[in-house]
């Protein structure tokens, strides 16, 4: 009877042109036989893009400089997922290693259909300290090798590719000093700087690069700070979330769907967007 019932619902999707949640089959959600970077993808949000990406089909290559990390988060997911995905390494600051990376999918795969740029290397520093040079190291390792990455990876896509980057809810908006106060510094000054030249960066290439059928977007996330902040600022959390409309912090699972929605057919109108995922922070 269950059957009977699921291929109804699945008839009446398929006639609908629409999405069918039941079997996961046909439908525009569906990124099987497309070939996935995650650059950055043992990262804390990108480890549950590259789980997400694998879910609905796609071949899966988590690029990370940590490769160790890489390995152990696929060998936690179930069997199923991560035969889906395989490493490689790749440190984003040196474009060496971004050619080598492209040139390995090339000569491995053929092609690649979705790049998902998920990286941030931080300095740290607050703004009283931070020197021209951190700074300006900060914008090339975040911004300037994000372009790199994406213009190169580029040469191995073609019509109906889609790229899409990690902005932040600090590429659009301030830091609240009043919600790190006695805990930690404020999200660094060269972050939400980084995080604005992603977002012009994602409009410049959509228009760019449009004609030839390559979508570029992007992510922004809100509150997602790791397990080891929420532990050691219980004060600061409290207040983060006071200030979210939704009244709470961000699960990595929450950044998945919004990511494979953009790498899939679902978004085949949508280019040099930004979706905030912030549970309302940017609505005040």
């Known amino acids: 009877m269950f059957e009977i019932g699921r ?7 398929a006639k609908l042109d629409a999405i069918c949640w039941v079997c996961r089959k046909s439908c ?17 949000l990108g480890k549950e893009v590259c789980h997400g990406m694998a ?15 890489a390995e152990k988060m696929i060998s936690q997911y179930p069997v199923s997922i991560g035969k889906k995905c395989r490493v490689l390494t790749v440190d984003i ?35 009283k300290e931070i020197s021209k040079n951190a700074f300006a190291d900060s914008l090339s390792k975040n911004v300037a090798s994000g372009f790199i990455l994406a213009r190169k990876a580029k040469e191995i896509m073609s019509n109906g590719s889609s790229i899409i980057m990690f902005s932040s809810m600090y590429g659009k908006v301030a830091p609240d ?10 999200n660094p000054i060269e972050y939400g700087v980084a995080k604005a030249g992603i977002e012009q960066m994602i409009r ?81």
């Not at 000093?177 to 404020?186: D, R, S, T």
């Not at 200030?243 to 899939?264: C, D, H, N, Y």
């Open 177 to 186: 000093p009043g919600m790190y106060v006695g805990q930690i510094e404020p």
């Open 28 to 44: 525009m959600f569906d990124l099987s036989n497309r070939v996935a970077l995650i650059v950055g993808g043992a990262g804390y």
């Open 93 to 127: 600051g040196e474009e060496i290693a971004i050619n080598e990376l492209i040139e390995q999918i090339q000569t491995d795969y053929g092609r690649l259909d979705i790049l998902v740029n998920a990286t941030y290397a931080p300095h740290g520093e607050s703004a």
């Open 204 to 284: 410049y290439l959509a228009v760019t690069w449009a004609k030839e059928g390559i979508r570029v977007n992007g992510v922004a996330p809100g509150p997602f700070p790791n397990p080891k902040v929420q532990v050691e600022n219980p004060e600061m959390m409290k207040r983060l979330e006071e200030k979210v409309p939704m009244g709470r912090m961000g699960q990595p699972s929450e950044i998945a769907g919004t990511v494979a929605f953009l790498a899939s057919d679902a978004a085949s109108y949508i280019t040099g967007q930004i979706i905030s995922v912030d549970g309302g922070w940017t609505i005040w």
């Open 7 to 13: 291929m109804g619902v699945c008839n009446v999707f």
């Open 55 to 69: 879910k609905q089909g796609a071949d899966v290559i988590v690029a990370d400089v940590n490769i160790k990390a």
